[in-house]
């Protein structure tokens, strides 16, 4: 199968895992999980390889996320949303910004990585709004705007355009998760995290 049609399929199936997500359904996570094995193959043709190493610590996250939403749906079937404490979400980008200068400094010494910084620090912030995600909190969906535009840019720059239209649909998904999910928390309590 060619990179391009590879990375049409992906994106088609990105689009529906974020869709479902935005919409607090379960299925949004085994829809998900096929996303990053698409997606794994496409980055690796284009040497991002901070982004081929992120879908796999995503099917990770995916799988976590999966079991952990199937403990917390209300009578619609819908997942709760959380909280998340201002204490939390500082060690949570304190996290990311350590695993960024990590990943950031492997990728620049040891590989021929593209843009091994950047790719670094989207990878790494990347895994904490995943990580949110699966937890539940509202926050991700910011967290997810701010990269997913960044993204968007990264791929328009090494010419992977569907990627880029993509995340730019991206952007717009979150912006309707984060609607949804603030309404979401309106309308019910907030459930434990």
Known sequence: MSTELLEWIGAAVSVAAVWLTARRHLLSWPVGLASVVLYASVFVEAKLYSDALLQGAF????????WRWKQHLDDDGRVQVAPLDLGAALRDLGIGAVGAVALGTVMHRYT?????W???ALTA????AQWWQGRRHIAAWWLWIVLDVIYTGLYVYKSLDVTAAL??????LAVM????????????PLAAA
Not at 59 to 66: P, Q, R, T
Not at 125 to 128: E, G, K, N, R
Not at 167 to 172: D, I, T
């Open 59 to 66: 099917a990770g996250f995916i799988v976590y996320g999966w």
């Open 125 to 128: 912030f990347s895994l904490v």
């Open 167 to 172: 995340y730019l649909g991206f952007v717009g």
């Open 177 to 188: 998760g984060l609607r949804q999910w603030r309404r979401a928390a309106q309308t019910a």
């Open 112 to 116: 021929d990585a593209a843009l091994p």
């Open 118 to 120: 950047l790719d670094a």
